[in-house]
């Protein structure tokens, strides 16, 4: 018996894993405006995390041939998550977490104030000499992207690198089914990537008025394949995802140093996961060679390793991929919104967020009830809509949780 619902409304097939999880109707109709595209290769699928988002709507795995939507890549490119498993066991934790969550906010910059300028503490004033490293192995790329592209450029590129960021982006120390502590976080390109992704959406804009391309949603607008522009994209987006990655892995370092200045001496098993979920690639699915998108969605070819998290408060999830084709090999990136974050600030007190995070040293405050775990699906609902799709191989509990 097949696990997903197909909605067929004009264009290709949409095969979406959503038994038992909510579809909004505005996510639908992005969803059949997708499909309804000439370069769509066989269906498009979606993920049970799926809400309306931006551009395109989160949690969908578009296959395409020929051209790329940069809008469905989105501003946030490689954004994903990292999660590394240590030798250490809860016992060994303090009593107190406030300070361990302490330790981590002063190593690594996080948040955004100063509205991103030079006083912003959410990027680095002078920068580490790991950082300066990492940037160095990204600089020539970069300037030769943007020297041709100037308004790609981010001016903070460098002073970006190993930083969080805002909204859902976090660092969590958790614990698994044998109480084994974790460390997981989520980010991704940060201002690098969100420059790169604005400069081509409105790139891909502009070539529609350009040949008079009429299309359901003009956040569809696209880059063909084999035309200058396509290449320059491409050329970015691989920049920003791997920026992404040496971004994740420099927080990743600087949290594990900063734990090690106030936890007992512990080492790093080989249980170490980096992936992304917002991103675009080459794969070959159904016999043909594609670009495909992931926009809130996590690879899952069978063998592959994910991190599925759950909201503040709630479960999350390291899994194995079963590599089931009709997916395109993918699974959620999460549990996925069930509300805007402005329904949530209306809808939920402090007193709701402090009984929702009752027992993770986390910020109970107001500037994070748009965060709170009831703005988001069910993480169980949501990993049941995926059972084939993934298998659970760990399941974690947040004890400490930093945000943005």
């Known amino acids: 018996m097949e696990n997903y619902e197909v909605i067929h409304e004009g264009g290709l ?16 109709q992005q969803l059949v405006n997708v499909a309804t595209l000439p370069f769509i290769h066989k269906h498009v699928a979606v993920m049970p995390d799926v809400h309306w988002g931006m551009g395109a709507t989160i949690g969908s795995v578009i296959p395409t ?53 030079k006083n912003d503490r959410g990027a680095w004033g002078d920068l580490p000499l790991s950082v300066e490293g990492r940037w160095r192995g ?16 981010a001016h903070n590129n460098s002073r970006h690198m190993g930083t969080l960021g805002t909204g859902n982006h976090f660092i969590e120390v958790c614990l698994d089914e044998s109480n084994q502590v974790w460390v997981m976080l989520h980010s991704g390109s940060r201002g690098c990537g969100n420059r790169i ?10 070539e529609m008025e350009r040949w008079f391309i009429n299309l359901p949603d003009k956040n569809l607008a696209y880059l063909v394949e084999g035309s200058e522009l396509f290449g320059d994209y491409v050329e970015a987006v691989q920049w920003a995802q791997d920026y992404a990655l040496e971004n994740r892995k420099e927080m990743m370092a600087a949290v594990l140093s900063a734990l090690r200045q106030t936890l007992p001496e512990f080492a790093v098993t080989d249980m170490a996961v980096n992936c992304h979920h917002n991103y675009v690639t080459k794969e070959n699915h159904f016999g043909a060679n594609v670009w495909l998108t992931r926009k809130g969605a996590v690879r899952a070819r069978e063998g592959d390793l994910g991190i599925i998290p759950g909201s503040m408060g709630a479960r999350s999830y390291i899994v194995r991929g079963k590599g089931n084709p009709v997916s395109f090999h ?18 939920f007190s402090l007193e709701d967020h402090a009984k929702a995070t009752e027992g993770v040293e986390c910020r109970k405050d107001e500037g994070v009830i748009d965060e709170t775990p009831g703005a988001y699906k069910n993480i169980d609902a949501v990993m049941a809509a995926q059972a084939d799709l993934v298998e659970v191989i760990h399941t974690l509990k947040q004890v400490v949780c930093v945000k943005g």
């Open 138 to 153: 990204l600089a020539d790329r970069y300037e030769s992207i943007t020297e041709k592209h100037p308004k790609a450029l």
């Open 197 to 206: 992704g604005t400069y081509f959406i409105q790139a891909a804009k502009k």
């Open 330 to 347: 993918s699974c959620s990136h999460g549990a996925g919104r069930a509300m805007s974050r402005g329904q949530a600030k209306k809808q």
């Open 13 to 28: 097939p949409i095969k979406a894993w959503v038994k038992g999880v909510q579809l909004e109707d505005a996510a639908r």
């Open 65 to 117: 041939k020929g051209a790329i939507i940069p809008a469905a890549v989105g501003v946030d490119i490689g954004c994903g998550m990292m999660a590394v498993q240590t030798g250490l066991t809860a016992d060994q934790l303090p009593d107190n977490l406030s300070t361990v969550r302490s330790d981590i906010e002063a190593a690594v910059p996080h948040g955004r104030t100063d509205n991103g300028g």
